[in-house]
């Protein structure tokens, strides 16, 4: 079916950069919307950002204007740009992607998460 792998967590200290990235590979016929969900200890999962296979972008209030979402259509990748990081941005992140199987099978597919720490 289809396997997302991340990468590009880390520690960085407040105000600094991160880039996540996510490649999906497997058996499918397509690529549709991909984004990031993120999840803070003792919060629920809040969806941080999205993007459609045509380029359109949705970002979460908390992180609009600092964080930017982008994909490689070829690469079947989607990436997430973090800027003026903050202690409140620190979560585990987790990508998905809505998958076209063989047919008209849905499938949606999720990344292993990936940890993001904000601290001085």
């Known amino acids: 079916q289809v396997q997302l792998v991340e990468s590009g967590g880390g520690l960085v200290q407040p105000g600094g950069t991160l880039r996540l990235s996510c490649a999906a590979s497997?058996?499918?016929?397509?690529?549709?919307?991909m984004g990031w969900f993120r999840q803070a200890p003792r919060n629920e999962r809040e969806l941080a950002a999205t993007?459609?296979?045509?380029?359109?972008?949705s970002y979460a209030d908390s992180v609009k204007g600092r964080f930017t979402i982008s994909r490689d259509n070829a690469k079947n990748t989607v990436y997430l740009q973090m800027n003026s990081l903050e202690p409140v941005d620190t979560a585990v992140y987790y990508c998905f992607a809505h998958a076209t199987l063989a047919g008209t099978t849905s499938y949606t597919a999720w990344g292993q998460g990936t940890q993001v720490t904000v601290s001085s």
């Open positions: 993007i459609t296979n045509g380029g359109s972008a």
């Open positions: 497997g058996s499918f016929w397509s690529i549709n919307t």
